[in-house]
């Protein structure tokens, strides 16, 4: 740390409890009274530098000098005073970065400027500001955060600014030219001795042979104990140098949120004893604490670096659980979801799970917040003629904050192309998060099928997660009329569910009969295409695995009216008849492959060459294009029509003239 003498007479001050006095032969004539101090000093020397003294001191009235002047508001306090009085006096002082700011304000108010005496005390602290304070990354810093309680004087004064000009200037400063002795909290390990000694290692300032790694974000730390005034005005000057990264603003942005922002970080509770939380048992220092936290984190949101994955999705989301919490702008809260809803395949279902605390809902989960988060991903790819246009009559309980009508892109936003993998991934993601809301009772239908209809149907190759969602849904709310639970049904395809996903849902007494009616079609129609047999040529294992038949026709005369029951049997009826024309179409597709088969045997036996016969070909080429099967793609090609496989068609060589011998055997 750097510091200046200034003086060279032995300190003569004397307190007595809240009396100061100097130990001279002459009594005291003046009193000067600094909040609840007593300065006894003498006229003569103060009077002589501090023009703001003497025309205090000096009787408007008469014209003579009063014995007691009360200075009340003077900058730095009695500390300040005594800095400058001993300096009137001649007495040394000692100058660092902890007092240096309180010094120069209280100069400045009490006139100790040149017009008085040359090399007065404010041109010194300048010369010894500009030549060693802002010259220092430590000094810098400290002298920062010594001008909160010096307002509006070091704004006047421009100390702010200077401070914050240059601790910017050396936060952009290539790490190569960075010696570890900038730093305040950082060192290198091999110099830890000299540290703990106080003394500062041998390569401060000088080059050597011991070669320093400096990260690009090693000035992070230092300024992260700032205030966040300070510190939002440090931010703000070294983004406009443009020479540092977004990718380390952003994380410096994350480190001040995780030092200072209670509930961001892991170790921390946002209703804990975090800066006289509530457990101080005072409800006001409560309620400040939580006005500071709520602007705290409002100005980390604006400063924000624009380019997208400069903050991990987590940090983000964490971010807007605490914004909920403390009831930041909306704004700051639109912010966070469209930052989350460009890389929301980076997040995970807990920090979705987003907690409600709005007094207009009864749901354990805000999920207007997530409604928007999976907007702002959906339409991030689209062109803005392409964009659905959303209405309030998705939520006709009211209007909500987050509706979909602030989804709208700026004209000034980059649409990017998403990948289909990405889709994928935040559809699974999606149907994992309504299949944990699924379980509130409180939570509406049309937010529920809002939500799941948000992502592209192109996006859900498989249904099974959506499946498991309205299993879940139907079962928290039983009270559901027929219509709403044929309308929630309605997201699911059949036709994208697994194996498993099928055998429960044909077994699943809450889903509508008409959809396990197309569960066991689509099932059937599945395993006669993939297999080439019919269900009923499968084998008793298998059969015994299935949904049984009989149970499920019992549950659909028993629970149905009688129109129901009709629309059911007519149903039934014409998907029977599409399953037998199926049927048909593969037995016959099967007695043309055998057909074929047995020219292929013969023709290879007879000639070393097959010929198709015309008829044949075209037979079988209009039965299999109505069967939706695929020819193989030569005669010679290893796949068929029912899944065997035809034999090796190999074409016989030329013959040639030489005579062949015969085989003698051997026995």
Avoid at 111 to 126: A, R
Avoid at 411 to 426: A, C, E, F, Q, Y
């Amino acid at each position: 740390m750097k510091y200046m003498k200034l003086g060279h007479k032995p300190d003569t001050f004397r307190a007595d409890g809240n009396t100061t006095t100097v130990a001279t032969d002459l009594p005291s004539d003046v009193v000067f009274i600094v909040g609840r101090r007593r300065y006894h000093l003498h006229k003569f020397p103060l009077l002589a530098k501090c023009s703001r003294l003497l025309s205090l001191a000096i009787s408007s009235n008469a014209g003579a000098i009063e014995d007691e002047v009360d200075i009340k508001d003077i900058p730095g306090g009695a500390e300040a005073f005594e800095l400058c009085s001993k300096f009137c006096y001649g007495i040394m002082i000692t100058l660092n970065a902890f007092n240096v700011m309180a010094a120069r304000c209280a100069a400045e108010y009490l006139g100790m400027t040149e017009s008085m005496e040359k090399g007065n005390l404010g041109l010194k602290i300048d010369f010894f500001m500009n030549s060693s304070i802002f010259c220092s990354w430590r000094d810098s810093i400290i002298s920062l955060e010594a001008t909160k309680s010096l307002l509006p004087w070091v704004e006047d004064l421009k100390l702010v600014s200077r401070c914050i000009d240059a601790i910017a200037s050396k936060a952009v400063v290539n790490p190569k030219k960075v010696d570890w002795s900038f730093t305040i909290t950082r060192y290198s390990s091999a110099d830890a001795p000299f540290f703990m000694n106080g003394i500062s290692p041998p390569w401060n300032g000088i080059q050597s042979d011991h070669v320093q790694n400096v990260p690009e974000d090693w000035w992070i730390e230092d300024i992260c104990e700032l205030d966040i005034d300070h510190f939002w005005k440090v931010m703000l000057a070294i983004k406009a140098k443009s020479k540092v990264s977004s990718g380390v603003l952003g994380e410096a942005l994350r480190v001040y949120a995780y030092r200072w922002l209670p509930g961001v970080a892991k170790d921390q509770n946002l209703v804990g004893t975090v800066r006289g939380g509530p457990a101080s048992g005072f409800a006001d220092d409560f309620v400040e604490s939580a006005a500071k936290h709520r602007f705290l984190l409002e100005t980390i949101v604006g400063l924000l670096p624009a380019d997208r994955g400069t903050c991990s999705c987590s940090f983000l989301l964490k971010l807007l659980k605490a914004a909920n919490i403390l009831g930041a702008e909306a704004s700051s809260k639109l912010e966070l979801a469209k930052r989350i809803g460009l890389q929301l395949e980076d997040a995970s279902l807990n920090d979705l799970l987003i907690p409600s605390l709005s007094y207009a809902s009864d749901t354990l989960y805000d999920v207007d917040i997530v409604h928007c988060i999976v907007g702002h991903f959906v339409m991030q790819d689209r062109s803005p003629a392409e964009t659905p246009s959303y209405h309030s009559h998705q939520f006709p309980e009211r209007q909500s904050p987050w509706s979909t009508e602030n989804l709208r892109t700026d004209d000034n936003s980059k649409l990017m192309h998403v990948p289909h993998s990405i889709k994928i991934r935040v559809a699974k993601l999606v149907d994992g998060y309504l299949s944990e809301i699924a379980r509130d009772s409180n939570l509406v239908l049309s937010k529920f099928i809002s939500l799941a209809e948000l992502i592209p149907d192109f996006a859900r190759p498989v249904h099974d997660g959506l499946y498991r969602a309205i299993d879940v849904y139907l079962k928290e709310h039983p009270g559901l009329t027929k219509t709403e639970r044929k309308r929630v049904c309605q997201l699911m395809d059949c036709r994208k569910l697994s194996m498993d996903a099928c055998m429960h849902a044909a077994q699943n007494d809450r889903l509508p009969l008409r959809v396990v009616v197309q569960v066991l079609f689509f099932e059937q129609v599945r395993a006669a295409m993939a297999g080439g047999f019919l269900m009923n040529e499968l084998p008793s294992n298998i059969k015994a695995l299935l949904p049984q038949n009989e149970g499920i026709h019992h549950r659909m005369r028993s629970t149905c009216t009688l129109e129901d029951w009709e629309v059911l049997q007519n149903e039934c009826a014409a998907l029977k008849c599409d399953l037998d024309t199926m049927k048909q179409n593969i037995s016959k597709t099967e007695r043309i492959r055998s057909s074929v088969q047995k020219q292929v045997v013969n023709q290879s036996k007879s000639k070393g060459i097959v010929f198709f016969p015309k008829k044949v070909f075209s037979k079988l080429w209009s039965s299999v294009h109505q069967s939706g099967e695929r020819l193989p793609d030569s005669p010679g090609s290893s796949e068929n029509l029912a899944g065997t496989t035809y034999p090796a068609v190999v074409k016989e060589q030329p013959k040639q003239h030489t005579r062949r011998s015969r085989r003698h055997s051997m026995s």
